[in-house]
């Protein structure tokens, strides 16, 4: 089933993409479709257009992301929202991270394939990458779509982004349990919360949201913690 060219190109008017990074998007989709070990479910192009590329431009409604030079995407599996964002912004830098090295090779043949030079897979864990350089603090941008609750996002984020920088977090239906603890944990990382952008990626979706979260001050030395103690003793 191919995609229709003009729902991916009333994408692109929505988001203001170019040509260029259009036919990117398009290779990208075909790339995905084609890939045998993808790590998703939704690999058709139609399915994959709308859960996959739409529901990754949405995160362009957050003006730090359209201008940011160097942006992480944290556990970027086969490379969303990462790979889209890089093709949506062509003088971006993004940097995937994926620990898994199966997942990382996918997302690195599928930008091959689709021709997008500005994304690099890096093979480590998130932990590992903001301990020093060269992830640490070197980030305007950290990115993460469906890889865990608030709190673990902002502890993950915060060693990574410069000063002034911000997480962007797609989220699902709102969860006032999670975004205090989410606020709870931002406040011992240097962060503070900022906007949550109701968005809507496709004709259908609802409950979707950006949460933003602003990096106001220095990460305390003690961060980031050793792999998986995130995981295991959340900070709220």
Do not use: C
Request: zero cysteines.
């Amino acid at each position: 089933m191919g995609v229709s060219r003009e729902t991916l190109d009333g994408l692109a008017g929505r988001y203001g993409l170019s040509a260029a990074s259009t036919l990117a998007l398009e290779r990208l989709l075909g790339a995905l479709e084609a890939e045998p070990e993808a790590p998703t479910s939704e690999r058709a192009r139609a399915d994959a257009l709308r859960t996959h590329v739409a529901d990754s431009l949405s995160g362009l409604a957050v003006q730090a992301l359209r201008d940011a030079g160097r942006t992480a995407d944290l556990g970027a599996g086969a490379g969303f929202p990462g790979l889209v964002l890089a093709a949506a912004l062509p003088d971006a830098r993004v940097d995937l991270i994926e620990s898994s090295s199966r997942k990382g090779a996918v997302a690195g043949r599928l930008a091959a394939a689709a021709t997008i030079t500005n994304a690099t897979t890096i093979a480590a864990r998130v932990e590992e990458w903001g301990a020093g350089p060269p992830g640490a603090g070197s980030y305007d941008v950290v990115t993460a779509r469906a890889l865990g609750p608030l709190a673990l996002l902002a502890e993950y984020a915060a060693p990574l982004l410069r000063p002034g920088g911000v997480l962007v977090a797609w989220k699902g239906e709102r969860s006032e349990a999670e975004e205090r603890a989410g606020a709870s944990a931002a406040s011992l990382l240097g962060m503070e919360v900022g906007a949550i952008v109701a968005v809507t990626p496709f004709a259908g979706a609802h409950s979707r949201h950006l949460h933003v979260l602003h990096k106001v001050a220095p990460t305390p030395p003690a961060y980031p913690r050793r792999p998986g103690m995130a995981r295991k003793r959340p900070l709220a």
